[in-house]
Protein backbone atom coordinates (compact mmCIF):
# COMPACT_ATOMS: atom_id res chain seq x y z
CA UNK A 1 0.00 0.00 0.00
CA UNK A 2 2.80 2.41 0.94
CA UNK A 3 4.31 1.78 -2.36
CA UNK A 4 1.30 2.32 -4.48
CA UNK A 5 1.19 5.79 -2.60
CA UNK A 6 4.52 6.66 -3.20
CA UNK A 7 4.82 5.79 -6.85
CA UNK A 8 0.85 7.52 -7.67
CA UNK A 9 2.21 10.06 -5.42
CA UNK A 10 5.65 10.69 -7.98
CA UNK A 11 3.48 10.35 -11.05
CA UNK A 12 0.93 12.83 -9.92
CA UNK A 13 3.19 15.36 -8.71
CA UNK A 14 5.23 15.00 -12.13
CA UNK A 15 1.83 15.50 -13.91
CA UNK A 16 0.91 18.52 -11.21
CA UNK A 17 4.04 20.55 -12.36
CA UNK A 18 3.69 19.98 -15.46
CA UNK A 19 0.57 21.31 -15.83
CA UNK A 20 0.90 24.02 -13.16
CA UNK A 21 3.95 25.46 -15.05
CA UNK A 22 2.33 25.16 -18.55
CA UNK A 23 -0.89 27.23 -16.60
CA UNK A 24 2.04 29.59 -15.20
CA UNK A 25 4.69 29.51 -17.88
CA UNK A 26 2.99 32.05 -20.40
CA UNK A 27 3.37 35.12 -18.10
CA UNK A 28 6.74 36.46 -18.12
CA UNK A 29 6.47 38.08 -14.93
CA UNK A 30 6.27 34.77 -12.66
CA UNK A 31 9.18 32.45 -11.88
CA UNK A 32 7.88 29.25 -12.04
CA UNK A 33 11.20 27.49 -13.24
CA UNK A 34 13.91 27.09 -10.53
CA UNK A 35 17.13 28.42 -12.76
CA UNK A 36 19.27 25.81 -10.80
CA UNK A 37 17.97 22.80 -12.14
CA UNK A 38 14.76 23.88 -14.64
CA UNK A 39 12.00 22.34 -13.04
CA UNK A 40 8.92 23.98 -12.17
CA UNK A 41 8.41 24.95 -8.31
CA UNK A 42 4.91 24.75 -6.63
CA UNK A 43 3.85 27.05 -3.88
CA UNK A 44 3.26 25.48 -0.97
CA UNK A 45 0.01 27.71 -0.06
CA UNK A 46 -0.84 25.71 -3.37
CA UNK A 47 -0.75 22.34 -1.81
CA UNK A 48 -2.57 23.31 1.71
CA UNK A 49 -5.53 24.56 -0.90
CA UNK A 50 -5.67 21.45 -2.78
CA UNK A 51 -5.82 19.50 0.30
CA UNK A 52 -8.48 21.58 2.28
CA UNK A 53 -10.53 22.16 -0.73
CA UNK A 54 -10.28 17.95 -0.85
CA UNK A 55 -11.33 17.65 2.50
CA UNK A 56 -14.37 20.23 2.61
CA UNK A 57 -15.64 18.91 -0.61
CA UNK A 58 -15.16 15.10 1.32
CA UNK A 59 -17.21 16.76 3.99
CA UNK A 60 -20.17 17.90 1.17
CA UNK A 61 -19.88 14.42 -0.21
CA UNK A 62 -20.19 12.66 3.28
CA UNK A 63 -23.03 15.01 4.71
CA UNK A 64 -25.37 14.02 1.24
CA UNK A 65 -24.56 10.00 1.49
CA UNK A 66 -24.27 9.31 5.51
CA UNK A 67 -26.57 12.30 6.50
CA UNK A 68 -23.80 13.63 8.97
CA UNK A 69 -22.87 17.55 9.37
CA UNK A 70 -20.62 19.25 7.87
CA UNK A 71 -18.28 18.70 10.69
CA UNK A 72 -18.50 15.90 11.35
CA UNK A 73 -17.91 15.23 7.48
CA UNK A 74 -14.48 17.34 7.25
CA UNK A 75 -13.37 15.70 10.76
CA UNK A 76 -13.93 11.98 9.01
CA UNK A 77 -12.04 13.22 5.62
CA UNK A 78 -9.35 15.00 8.05
CA UNK A 79 -8.56 11.52 10.06
CA UNK A 80 -8.78 9.23 7.47
CA UNK A 81 -6.71 10.99 4.78
CA UNK A 82 -4.38 11.79 8.06
CA UNK A 83 -4.11 7.97 8.38
CA UNK A 84 -5.39 8.73 12.18
CA UNK A 85 -8.87 6.85 11.88
CA UNK A 86 -10.20 7.02 15.34
CA UNK A 87 -13.22 4.85 14.54
CA UNK A 88 -15.90 6.62 16.19
CA UNK A 89 -17.40 7.58 12.75
CA UNK A 90 -18.15 5.01 10.34
CA UNK A 91 -19.98 4.98 6.92
CA UNK A 92 -22.12 2.65 5.56
CA UNK A 93 -24.41 2.87 8.00
CA UNK A 94 -26.81 1.97 5.97
CA UNK A 95 -25.74 -0.60 4.39
CA UNK A 96 -26.06 1.21 1.23
CA UNK A 97 -23.09 -0.44 -1.27
CA UNK A 98 -22.87 2.98 -3.09
CA UNK A 99 -21.70 4.53 0.55
CA UNK A 100 -18.89 2.42 0.82
CA UNK A 101 -17.86 2.20 -2.55
CA UNK A 102 -17.41 5.64 -2.72
CA UNK A 103 -16.00 5.77 0.67
CA UNK A 104 -13.14 3.57 -0.13
CA UNK A 105 -12.57 5.74 -3.65
CA UNK A 106 -12.56 8.85 -1.73
CA UNK A 107 -10.00 7.74 0.57
CA UNK A 108 -7.63 5.63 -1.82
CA UNK A 109 -8.08 8.97 -4.12
CA UNK A 110 -7.05 11.21 -1.18
CA UNK A 111 -4.20 9.68 0.54
CA UNK A 112 -2.67 9.58 -3.51
CA UNK A 113 -3.57 13.44 -3.45
CA UNK A 114 -1.47 13.70 0.15
CA UNK A 115 1.38 11.87 -0.73
CA UNK A 116 1.43 14.43 -4.35
CA UNK A 117 1.44 17.34 -1.97
CA UNK A 118 4.16 16.13 0.30
CA UNK A 119 6.36 15.01 -3.00
CA UNK A 120 5.60 18.55 -4.06
CA UNK A 121 6.75 20.26 -0.82
CA UNK A 122 10.17 18.01 -0.51
CA UNK A 123 10.81 19.66 -3.82
CA UNK A 124 10.76 22.56 -2.78
CA UNK A 125 12.41 22.00 -0.29
CA UNK A 126 15.26 20.34 -1.62
CA UNK A 127 15.47 23.05 -3.99
CA UNK A 128 15.70 25.67 -1.81
CA UNK A 129 18.30 23.87 -0.05
CA UNK A 130 20.33 23.49 -2.97
CA UNK A 131 20.31 27.38 -3.46
CA UNK A 132 21.33 27.72 0.22
CA UNK A 133 24.44 25.70 -0.33
CA UNK A 134 25.26 27.21 -4.16
CA UNK A 135 24.52 30.95 -2.62
CA UNK A 136 26.76 30.14 0.17
CA UNK A 137 29.49 28.68 -2.49
CA UNK A 138 29.27 31.43 -4.82
CA UNK A 139 29.57 33.89 -2.39
CA UNK A 140 32.45 32.69 -0.51
CA UNK A 141 34.06 32.74 -3.74
CA UNK A 142 33.27 35.94 -4.40
CA UNK A 143 34.48 37.45 -1.20
CA UNK A 144 37.40 35.69 -0.91
CA UNK A 145 40.53 35.49 -3.45
CA UNK A 146 42.13 32.66 -2.15
CA UNK A 147 40.74 29.48 -0.25
CA UNK A 148 40.58 29.42 3.22
CA UNK A 149 43.58 28.40 5.36
CA UNK A 150 43.56 24.70 6.84
CA UNK A 151 44.61 24.97 10.39
CA UNK A 152 47.32 22.39 11.02
CA UNK A 153 46.83 20.13 13.89
CA UNK A 154 49.86 21.36 16.70
CA UNK A 155 52.09 18.16 17.00
CA UNK A 156 52.65 16.62 20.34
Not at 12 to 36: E, H, I, N, T
Not at 65 to 79: D, I, K, P
Not at 103 to 114: D, K, N, Q, R
Request: charged share 15%.
Amino acid sequence: MLLYLSATGDVLARSFRRLYGKMCGSSPKKQVQCPCTNTVRVPVTLCLVIVLAYICSGAVLFHRLENWSLLEGSYFCFTSLGTIGFGDLLPGQKAEEISLCACSAYILTGMALVAMCFTLVQHVRRVHRSQTKKTKIRSWILDNDRPPRVLSKASP
